[in-house]
C-alpha cells in the first residue's frame, strides 16, 4: 500500500508538472502577451517595450520559462502580472472557494443522480421514461444556459441571492453567521453545477443497475424469494457501484478545474474565473499557478477514484 | 396578506390606549429614543477585478474608476458640459502666451489620513508621472509635443506651471492626473519599487486620497466597499461636508447578463456601462412599471470602425485595396439606416464623418463630405479602379482576373461587432466585393493589428478625451494609434502631411474658434479620404435604480455615472438598507 500511494504521489508531482509547464508555454505561443492585451493601442511601442521589460516579457520564452521553473521547485509561482499579487496567494484563495462549491455540487449530484439511476435501472414503466427523459434534457443543456436560467429564477422569485458567495453585510458577522451567509448563497451556483452530473450519474447508474439485475448472483437471490426491493438496493446496488466509482474522482476533477462558466455567471470567487480571468489577459504566471492546481484536483480525485473502486469491488482491493 | 387587508381598520383611540399601555408595560417613562437613521448606501457593479489601486500605474477602467472615488485633481472636466471647473487648485491665471500657468491650491484641505495637501504633493505627483521607471501610462497625456511640464512651488498653496510650446486645451490635461499622497509614496517611487505600490495585496488602510471616498474593504472576487471620506473638502449648497453616500460597494459581477438580472432585482442600483441595444426593450419594461429609471444620454461618443491596412507594403498583391476609391465605394455601399437598425436595434443614429460623431457637440463638424447609400456610385467607383465582374458570376475580379475578395478580422464574443461586420460583408457582396469575416479573441486580434497582419479591421476605438489635441496619436501620421498606418517617419500621403500640419496648429491655438476652425478642416480631409469608416453611433442609455438620486451620467467612459461621485445620494424615502 505504501508503495502505491508513493506511486501516486509521484504521478501526481508529474502530473503537476507537466500540465502547468505545458499551460504555461502555450499561453505564451498564443498570439499576444501581456502587453498588447492589456494596454492595447494605447501604448506607445516605446511604452510596451517598457512595460514588457518590467515584467520579464522581453526575454526569449525559454529563459522565462527555466526562470518560472528554478522558483517553481521551490514552491514559489511567481507574481501575477494581472493583480501583482502572488500567484500561490491567490490560487489558495480561490481554490478554497471552488472545492467548496465543487464539494457541494458533488453532494446535490449524489444524492439526487444515484437514487434516480437505481429507479431508472430497476423499473419499468413511466416513471423510469420520466427520470431518462429529464436526464437527457439536462445533459443536453450547456452549462452557461442551465446558470442563466437559475440567476433568472433566482432574480424573479428572490428564493436565493442572483450572485456572490457571501453579502457585504456578513462582514463583522460571527464565524456561525458567515457559514450560514455561504450556505444561502451556495445552492444556486451548487445546482447550476449539480444539475448537469447529477443526469450523467443518473444515467451511468441506471445501465449499471440494469447490468447488475441481470447477474447471476441476483437472479438467485430473486429465485431464492427475496424482496425485491432487498435485491435492489442491497444486493445489485453495491455490484453496480463500479462504474460511477470509477469515474467519480475524475468528476469530482471536473467539477474542480471546469466549473469556470458557473463561476463567471454566478460571481463565484473561484479558481475557474481567476484561470478565465488570467487567460484572457495572457498572465502567464497565472496561469500556469491555476493549472497545477486544476491538475493537483485531477490526481486527487483519480486517487479517490481509485479508493472508491477498491471499496465497492472486492476484487481490485485483491489486486 | 389578503386576511389582514381585509380587517377594519383600528380606532384611532384604541391604537393610543394601545401604545399607552405597551408604553407602560415596558416600564418606560421616556419617550424610546429615534432610530438612528439608515445608513446612505448604494450599490453598484464592476465586471473585472481591479488590479491595483494606483491609477499612474494601471491602464484598467476598474482602477480608473477606483481613483474618480479615491482620489482627487487639480481641475476637473465636466463630463456633462465639457466646462474646467475648480476642484484642488481654486483658482487659476495664465500668463499672456498662455505658456504659464499659476494655479492657486485650496486652504486647508487634508488627505483622508489627516495629512495635510499641500503643493509638494503636486510636484511629487508630477514627478512621480514623469519618471521612466514608473512608465506611467498617464505620462503620455500629460507630455505636450512629447514634452513634460515644468512645474515648481514658489509656496505650499502654489503651484506655476510651465508648458513646452502654446497648447490650445491649456491646463484641461490637469485632469488626467489624480493628485498622490507624498507621504505615503515618496520611498516606494526613491526605492524604485513605485510600480508595486497600491497593488491588491497592499492593506486598504494605507491608500489614502483627497476623493470623496476611501477603501473600507476589498474582498478579492466578490466587491470593493467604499466609506465616505470624513475629511472631504468639498460641502454641498445647504453646508452639509460631502459626499451624501454614506458607503459605496462595487460588486465585482463579470457577467453582463448576470449583471442586468441583478439590477432588475434590485440588488445593484446601476451599472458602470452603458445598456446594451438587445437589453433596451426588458430595460424599457422595467422602467415603464417604475423599477428603474432609463436614462438617454444621446448619441455615443464612440462608433465601431472598419478599416484597411495602408501601411507600405501591406496587401501587396491586391494593390487595389490602397486605393481611396475602394474605400469611398464602401461608404456608399452601406444603407447606414439599415445598419442602425440591423446592428443596434435602432437604438443608434447613422454617422458619416470623421471620428467624431454628433455625441461630441464641441468638436463635431457638420457640413462633411458625405458619402449617401448609393450602390450604382458605389460600382462606378470600382470599376474605375479596374475591379469588374469580367465571368458574371457576382465576384467583380481585378486586372489579373483575380477575385475582388478580402478578409475583415473582428472580435469575437462580441455581438455587435459581429453583426456589424456581417453586414458590412453582405452589403459589399451586393456590390460584387466578396469578404470574409474572421472573428479573433481579442488578444489574437490586437496582436494582428499591432504587427499589421491583416488586410482589413471591424473594430471599435475608445474615445478617451473629448479635446483632438488629448487625442495626437490617433490623429498624427506618426502616432501609433494612427491605425491604418501607425507610426509612419515622414507622413506616407499629402492629405496625412496636411492633416499632421492642421492638427499641431490647432494644438497650439489657444482660441477655441480658431482651434475648432483647424479641426473642422482636420475633418474635411479625413471625411475625403475615409482612411476609417463608421456606419452608425449607438444611442447610449444608462440603467440607474429609483433609489439613486443626483446622478449626472455623462458619455465618457469608464466612469459613466461615478465620474461625479461626491453627490450620488440615496432618494429621499428609499433608504432602507436592502
Known sequence: ?319 | MARFRSLPAPHPIALALLALAASGACGRQTPAPAAPPAPRELVSSIRAEPRGFNRYTGRDSVTETITHLTQARLVRIDRRTQELEPWLAESWSASPNGLEWTLKLRQGVTFSDGQPFTSADVLFSFRAVYDPGVASPIGEAMRVGGKPLAVTAPDPSTVVIRFPSPFGPGIRLLDNLPILARHKLEAALDSGTFAEAWSGSTPVSDIVGLGPFVIERYEPGQRLVFARNPRYWRWDESGKRLPALDRLTLEIVPDQNAELLRLQAGQIDFTQTEVRPEDYATLKAAADAGRITLVDLGVGLDADSFWINLRPGANQARPWLHRVELRRAIAHAVDRQAFADTVFLGAATPVDGALITPGNSRWYATDLPRHPYDPAAAAALLESIGLVDRDGDGVREDGHGADASFTVLTMKGNSLLERGAAFVRDALGAIGLRVDVAPLEVGALIDRIERGDYEAVYFRFLTTDLDPALNMDLWLSSGGAHVWNPLQRTPATDWEREIDRLMHQQAATLDHAKRKALFDQVQRIFAEHVPVLQFAAPRIYVALSTRVANATPALLRPAVVLWNPDRLDVREGKRASR
Not at chain 1, 500567484?87 to 481554490?95: K, N
Not at chain 1, 458533488?106 to 434516480?116: E, F, I, K, R, V
Not at chain 1, 462558466?261 to 488570467?278: F, H, K, M, N, Q
Open chain 1, 1 to 319: 500500500m505504501r508503495g502505491y500511494l508513493a506511486r501516486r504521489v509521484l504521478f501526481a508531482a508529474m502530473l503537476v508538472f507537466l500540465v502547468s509547464s505545458a499551460a504555461m508555454l502555450l499561453t505564451h505561443l498564443a498570439p499576444g502577451d501581456f502587453v498588447s492585451i492589456t494596454t492595447g493601442e494605447r501604448a506607445s511601442p516605446a511604452q510596451a517595450a517598457q512595460e514588457r521589460a518590467r515584467y520579464g516579457l522581453d526575454r526569449p520564452i525559454v529563459l522565462q520559462y527555466l526562470g518560472w521553473l528554478s522558483r517553481a521547485v521551490r514552491l514559489d509561482l511567481g507574481d501575477s502580472l494581472l493583480y501583482r499579487r502572488p500567484v500561490g496567494t491567490l490560487v489558495r484563495e480561490r481554490a478554497a472557494n471552488t472545492a467548496l462549491l465543487a464539494l457541494a455540487a458533488l453532494a446535490l449530484a449524489t444524492l439526487a443522480g444515484l437514487p434516480a439511476g437505481v429507479y431508472s435501472g430497476s423499473r419499468q414503466g413511466a416513471g423510469a421514461s420520466v427520470v431518462r427523459g429529464v436526464s437527457l434534457v439536462l445533459l443536453s443543456l450547456p452549462s452557461l444556459v442551465t446558470s442563466l436560467v437559475l440567476v433568472l429564477v433566482a432574480a424573479r422569485t428572490g428564493w436565493f441571492p442572483v450572485g456572490g458567495m457571501v453579502s457585504a453585510s456578513s462582514t463583522g458577522a460571527s464565524l456561525a453567521g458567515w457559514w450560514a451567509d455561504v450556505a444561502w448563497h451556495l445552492p444556486l451556483p451548487a445546482l447550476a453545477l449539480a444539475l448537469p452530473l447529477a443526469a450523467t450519474l443518473e444515467r451511468l447508474q441506471s445501465q449499471a443497475m440494469a447490468d447488475a439485475l441481470g447477474q447471476p448472483f441476483v437472479l438467485a437471490a430473486v429465485a431464492r424469494g427475496v424482496p425485491r426491493r432487498r435485491v435492489v438496493w442491497r444486493h445489485a446496488l453495491r455490484a453496480s457501484l463500479s462504474p460511477v466509482a470509477s469515474v467519480y474522482g475524475y468528476v469530482l476533477a471536473a467539477l474542480l478545474s471546469g466549473s469556470f462558466i458557473v463561476e463567471v455567471v454566478t460571481s463565484w470567487p473561484g479558481l475557474g474565473r481567476l484561470l478565465y480571468d488570467a487567460l484572457r489577459a495572457r498572465d502567464v504566471y497565472l496561469v500556469a499557478g491555476c493549472a497545477a492546481a486544476g491538475s493537483l484536483f485531477l490526481a486527487m480525485g483519480s486517487l479517490v477514484s481509485d479508493l472508491a473502486l477498491a471499496w465497492a469491488d472486492p476484487r481490485m482491493r485483491r489486486g
